[in-house]
């Protein structure tokens, strides 16, 4: 198994242009997540779906778009990309109840100049 | 909203010692669940521990152990007989019914040979 794969690992962009990225699992799990992280701040939640078909705003959503495209994957868009989404972006994965685990997958670092 | 927060941005132990890392959350939800991952400089996210908020034991695994005080909305990691390989970026997690999980900004860890 692969666990979580993420693409592209590292990109460069300019203020203004576009991106998607990539998220997959091959674990079956229910629930994916798009996280950023940034020094001093932790993993800051940008959108969840906690279930093929529905997503949900995290706690910085704004400047991201995401789509559920089945239960395997989980793509996270930049319409505009601005310098302050200059980041490490993570994306994680979970069964779902109890006390599951989330798995992560190695974070793609975006850097927009 | 709910919220997490690790009031340590960074700590330091002695090699063999044991030390508690500080997390305390708010929400106004009844059901949910609390978790530690380490993240190592490889940046792979590392579950450590987990606790269902209606147990009232508190959970342990091998030489990590929790203060679980559910009145006081705090959560806080023990690590005895610190090792080298404990070095690492500690973050506290907090996940709702829902399945919506946010973290804290984290303790760095520092173990001192």
């Known amino acids: 198994n692969a666990g979580v794969t993420q693409t592209p690992k590292f990109q460069v962009l300019k203020t203004g242009q576009s991106m998607t990225l990539q998220c997959a699992q091959d674990m079956n799990h229910n629930s994916m997540y798009w996280y950023r992280q940034d020094p001093g701040m932790g993993l800051r939640l940008i959108y969840y779906?906690?279930?093929?078909?529905t997503t949900d705003k995290g706690e910085v959503p704004n400047g991201y778009n995401v789509s559920r495209l089945n239960k395997r994957e989980f793509s996270l868009r930049l319409e505009s990309a601005a310098p302050s989404q200059t980041s490490v972006y993570f994306c994680?994965?979970?069964w779902g109840g109890g006390t599951s685990e989330q798995y992560f997958g190695p974070g793609t670092r975006l850097t927009v100049t | 909203a709910q919220t997490v927060t690790q009031s340590q941005p960074e700590m330091s132990v002695q090699e063999a010692e044991t030390v508690t890392l500080s997390c305390t959350y708010d929400?106004?939800?009844?059901?949910?669940?609390l978790f530690w991952y380490k993240q190592p400089p490889s940046r792979q996210m590392i579950l450590v521990i987990r606790?269902?908020?209606?147990?009232?034991q508190n959970a342990t695994e091998n030489r990590f152990s929790v203060n679980f005080q559910k009145a006081a909305k705090s959560f806080s990691l023990k690590i005895s007989d610190s090792q080298l390989g404990d070095a690492a970026m500690y973050f506290c997690?907090?996940?709702?019914?829902?399945?919506?999980?946010?973290f804290g900004k984290g303790t760095r860890l520092h173990i001192l040979p």
């Open positions: 997690a907090y996940r709702s019914a829902n399945d919506k999980i946010i």
């Open positions: 929400t106004s939800e009844s059901d949910y669940y």
């Open positions: 606790q269902e908020a209606y147990k009232q």
């Open positions: 779906s906690a279930s093929e078909g």
């Open positions: 994680a994965s979970m």
